[in-house]
């Protein structure tokens, strides 16, 4: 069952829509036009209590003048692009620098910060939204048209899913990701210190302190990043480690283990008091890990007038290496015409 509902109207005067998807499992969803924000996911807990996972606002004001990135679809590239410029078949291309010296999530006016088109495929099962976009060749400086596809669907088993699809007519760079953010016991609960992580991932992308990777990846055997075996988020906020002083939280991304490109379960994050879990299955060979540590508690609040807070929530933004395009060896995010980018993220939630 999908529900379609006026959500507010953007300076322009273009109209948000709201999308809730429910079918009768544990989890219901709701996503917008804007953005292709993801601004709700309920899911109950081992009672049957329902609760919001994920940070948000009531209203399309708060999406248009927070930072955050708040459960919105991000491309062109997702994460830094150092320097916010990059070299492709000899020709450089200079990128808007929104980080600082660097260039994050699409640049000025990324994928976050459109108006989807929205088709229904409605289903008393599985409803599913299928978002389409065409970025135009030059956008924020990219090379080629750009047309993407990226379907929200919910399944009989309360797993949401997402499956990125993308084309061009020049050879671009391209890696798409959500940035929403997930707190199990609820998006109002307060800090995300006592949800347990588990990631297959056994190094992190070295990072100099403006986030960007130095081609250097870190073994996590011994740090605080090593979550190969379930452990409490909050237990390396406090840990004698240089990234972690520096950032003051997690914003590091993760290296799967298994790079073979099949889609798989990857991970889980889990609340042990309610009982809720999610699954994170993808076929990315990483994920960005961020526990809010940049949250500004002086932007909108969040849903039903609630702080903003820092430790708020876990992101994990599967995708390709951060600046892969200006570091041989890392991950591709080159696409060729005639080429497909296809990817599929799953949240499978559990009670």
Same mark, same amino acid.
């Given at each position: 069952?999908?529900?379609?509902? =006026?959500?507010?109207?953007? #300076?322009? @005067?273009? *109209?948000? $829509?709201?999308? !809730? &998807? ?67 078949e000899g020709k450089e291309y200079e990128l808007y620098k ?32 299928? =978002?389409?976009?065409?970025? #135009?060749? @030059?956008? *924020?400086? $990219?090379?080629? !048209? &750009? ?157 039903n007038g609630v702080k903003q807070y820092t430790h708020c ?39």
């Open positions: 069952m999908i529900k379609k509902e =006026l959500f507010g109207k953007l #300076p322009c @005067g273009c *109209e948000v $829509y709201s999308y !809730t &998807l429910s079918n009768g499992s544990i989890t219901s969803a709701c996503i917008l036009s804007y953005g292709g924000i993801i601004k709700n996911i309920w899911v109950k807990d081992k009672n049957g209590v329902e609760a919001d996972v994920v940070c948000g606002f009531d209203n399309l004001e708060g999406y248009l003048t927070s930072g955050g990135y708040q459960g919105a679809l991000i491309g062109r590239i997702g994460n830094r692009i150092g320097g916010a410029k990059f070299t492709l929104n980080d600082g010296n660097n260039s994050l999530h699409g640049g000025k006016d990324g994928f976050n910060a459109k108006i989807w088109n929205v088709v229904e495929a409605d289903s008393d099962s599985e409803p599913s939204l299928i =978002l389409t976009y065409t970025s #135009p060749d @030059g956008e *924020e400086n $990219y090379p080629g !048209t &750009l047309t993407v596809k990226v379907t929200y669907t919910l399944s009989k088993n309360g797993a949401l899913s997402i499956h990125y699809e993308a084309e061009t007519d020049k050879t671009t760079i391209v890696s798409l990701t959500n940035h929403s953010y997930f707190n199990l016991a609820g998006y109002n609960a307060g800090p995300v210190d006592d949800l347990v992580l588990q990631l297959d991932c056994d190094k992190i992308n070295s990072l100099d302190n403006e986030l960007i990777p130095d081609g250097k990846l870190i073994d996590v055997e011994g740090t605080p990043y090593d979550f190969r075996k379930a452990k409490k988020v909050g237990e390396g906020f406090g840990a004698d480690f240089p990234m972690m002083k520096e950032f003051g939280g997690y914003d590091n991304n993760f290296v799967f283990a298994d790079q073979s490109g099949k889609y798989f379960k990857r991970g889980s994050l889990e609340d042990t008091k309610s009982g809720r879990k999610l699954d994170l299955y993808t076929d990315q060979p990483c994920v960005q890990v961020y526990t809010g540590n940049m949250i500004n508690v002086n932007d909108p609040s969040f849903k929530a876990v992101c994990l933004e599967t995708q390709a290496m951060p600046d892969s395009i200006n570091h041989p060896g890392f991950t591709n995010t080159v696409l060729k015409p005639g080429e497909k980018y296809d990817t599929t993220t799953t949240f499978a939630f559990f009670n």
